[in-house]
């Protein structure tokens, strides 16, 4: 396979640039993103389906990844109890190192393939259950042997990957992969990559959420009420979709503490 993810910047002396100038070609750089991700939408298409009847199913989506790539998997599982109202261990991120590596990195973490399967066992993952690898590269040790492993106790297995022909997205029954080309800082794949798998991710647990029925309209009526910025949110979509006025629309709330159930009881009434 071609390691584009470390092949050399298309941009040399970065450090004789203008500022403006490497913000420019970085932002260049960043447009190129969302046209590789357009390509790689059957994939994710095949993904986000085999998720979707997994999960409708009472299956979790477990991401597994190291460094930038767990730090994501991890931001978009933290992100789905609040916005679609689910249980916090439907969508669940783990990344190489445990969690002190969210923050600070952990030496040779990545390098460890036996431990992702360890670290899985861990919550009793099954057959109903679903294993996607976040990996830029797709030479993640951790990575691939936890998509292996799972392979091999009958669990279904996805990836995001940024180079073709990887071996993470040969261990994953559901490769998708999205091919950025090299950093704008050679090696970096916090930048395009990490962007490219952001977006990959923003679209899976999306598309999965709203084919498990937590989305009305285009409306978040599952949302957990966490602040005063959301609750207000929620009277305003109460307001919307029933034509209530804004204080019953607020009582209702207040009474049953989840949009969906406030419109529930105005569309019985």
């Known amino acids: 396979m071609e390691i584009v993810t470390e092949k050399d910047s298309d941009y040399n002396d970065l450090e004789k640039m203008s500022l403006r100038e490497v913000l420019v070609n970085i932002n260049n750089e960043d447009k190129s993103v969302?046209?590789?991700?357009?390509k790689a939408i059957p994939q994710i298409e095949k993904l986000a389906a085999i998720t979707s009847e997994k999960m409708k199913?009472?299956?979790?989506?477990?991401?597994?990844?190291?460094?930038?790539?767990?730090?994501?998997?991890?931001?978009?599982?933290?992100?789905?109890?609040?916005?679609?109202?689910?249980?916090?261990?439907?969508?669940?991120?783990i990344i190489a190192g445990g969690d002190s590596a969210i923050r600070k990195a952990v030496e040779?973490?990545?390098?460890?393939?036996e431990q992702a399967w360890l670290d899985l066992q861990e919550y009793e993952i099954d057959s109903s259950d679903v294993v996607v690898g976040i990996a830029a590269s797709g030479t993640t040790p951790y990575v691939i042997g936890g998509l292996k492993k799972a392979n091999e106790n009958g669990i279904v297995t996805g990836c995001i990957v940024c180079n073709s022909g990887s071996p993470v997205a040969a261990a994953a029954q559901y490769p998708v992969e999205v091919v950025v080309g090299p950093e704008f800082?050679?090696?970096?794949?916090?930048?395009?990559?990490?962007?490219?798998?952001k977006l990959v991710l923003n679209m899976l647990t999306t598309s999965v959420m709203i084919q498990l029925g937590r989305v009305k309209g285009?409306?978040?009526?599952?949302?957990?009420?966490?602040?005063?910025?959301?609750?207000s949110r929620g009277v305003r979509?109460?307001?919307?979709?029933?034509?209530?006025?804004?204080?019953?629309?607020?009582?209702?709330?207040?009474?049953?503490?989840?949009?969906?159930?406030?419109?529930?009881?105005?569309?019985?009434?």
């Open 218 to 231: 285009n409306k978040m009526v599952d949302m957990q009420l966490t602040n005063n910025k959301l609750y």
């Open 237 to 269: 979509i109460i307001m919307k979709e029933t034509g209530t006025d804004e204080q019953t629309a607020s009582d209702l709330l207040e009474k049953y503490g989840n949009v969906r159930k406030a419109i529930e009881a105005i569309v019985r009434a």
């Open 108 to 113: 040779f973490a990545e390098d460890d393939a």
């Open 57 to 93: 199913e009472g299956g979790r989506l477990f991401y597994i990844g190291a460094g930038t790539s767990g730090r994501l998997g991890i931001l978009d599982a933290s992100e789905c109890p609040p916005t679609f109202g689910v249980p916090f261990d439907w969508v669940i991120g």
């Open 185 to 197: 800082l050679s090696g970096s794949t916090r930048m395009k990559s990490g962007t490219a798998q």
């Open 34 to 38: 969302p046209l590789a991700v357009e």
